[in-house]
Antibody, heavy 122, light 107 residues
C-alpha cells in the first residue's frame, strides 16, 4: 500500500525559505506511471495546487507561485521536495504531497499524504 | 487560469436525503473534472474522475455528471459518513484548480 509522508519545519520565519520533503513508501517514485504534486490548504479555506514533478525531473508550477517555488526529486531516496522562498503569512497552510497516475489523462490525485501544517511567523 | 465555482457553498441535509452540488468552469474543460471529499482534519479523498466515473470502492450513491462547463455531484440516500466538504478539480490545463468547496452539514 502506497503511503506518502510529509516532513519539515512547522514554523518558518517571514522572508525565509519553507522546505518540505515527501517520502514515498510502497512504490518507486521513479516509476513512469505516476507524477508527484504539492498542494496546500490555508486553514478553513480551499485547495491550491503548487506544482508537480515527473520522474524525469520535469516540472510545472502554479504561475502565482512560480517565481518562488522549486520542486525536486531524489529517486535514490524515494523522495521529492518543495522549496518556497521569501515566505509571508499568506503562505501559512497545511501542505500536502500527492500522487497522480500518469496512465490516465484524468489527472486525479489517487494518494495523498496526511498533510503537514506550516506556520509563517516571527 | 480556469476558475471553478461551486454552489452552494454550504447546505444542510438529513440522513436519507438526496443532495446536488454544482461546479461551473469559467471555460470548457471537456470532462477533465474530478471530485473529492474531505473530512475535518483529514486529507481529501478522491471520489470520481472524468466527471462521472466512480473510483473503485466508492458507494454507488455518489453520481457525477456533466461536460464542458457545467458539472454536478449528486449524493443519494445520504449516510452519516457523507457529511463533509466536497471539492471539484479541473485538470484540463495548468494551473490545476479547485472549486472553493461545498460544506455538507447535518440538518
Amino acid at each position: 500500500q502506497v503511503q506518502l509522508q510529509e516532513s519539515g519545519p512547522g514554523l518558518v520565519k517571514p522572508s525565509q525559505t519553507l522546505s518540505l520533503t515527501c517520502t514515498v513508501s510502497g512504490d518507486s517514485i521513479g516509476s513512469d506511471s505516476y507524477y508527484w504534486n504539492w498542494i496546500r490548504q490555508p486553514a478553513g479555506k480551499g485547495l491550491e495546487w503548487i506544482g508537480r514533478i515527473y520522474p524525469s525531473g520535469s516540472t510545472n508550477y502554479n504561475p502565482s507561485l512560480k517565481s518562488r517555488v522549486t520542486i525536486s526529486i531524489d529517486t535514490s531516496k524515494n523522495q521529492f521536495s518543495l522549496k518556497l522562498r521569501s515566505v509571508t503569512a499568506a503562505d501559512t497552510a497545511v501542505y500536502y504531497c500527492a500522487r497522480v497516475p500518469d496512465y490516465t489523462s484524468s489527472g486525479y490525485v489517487d494518494v495523498w499524504g496526511k498533510g503537514t501544517p506550516v506556520t509563517i511567523s516571527s | 487560469d480556469i476558475q471553478l465555482t461551486q454552489s452552494p457553498s454550504s447546505l444542510s441535509a438529513s440522513v436519507g436525503d438526496r443532495v446536488t452540488v454544482t461546479c461551473r468552469a469559467s471555460q470548457s474543460i471537456n470532462n477533465y473534472l474530478n471530485w473529492y471529499q474531505q473530512r475535518p482534519g483529514k486529507a481529501p479523498q478522491f471520489l470520481l474522475f472524468a466527471a462521472s466515473s466512480l473510483r473503485s470502492g466508492v458507494p454507488s450513491r455518489f453520481r457525477g455528471s456533466g461536460s464542458g462547463t457545467d458539472f454536478t455531484l449528486t449524493i443519494n440516500n445520504l449516510q452519516p459518513e457523507d457529511f463533509a466538504t466536497y471539492y471539484c478539480q479541473q485538470t484540463y490545463s495548468t494551473p490545476i484548480t479547485f472549486g472553493q468547496g461545498t460544506r455538507l452539514e447535518i440538518k
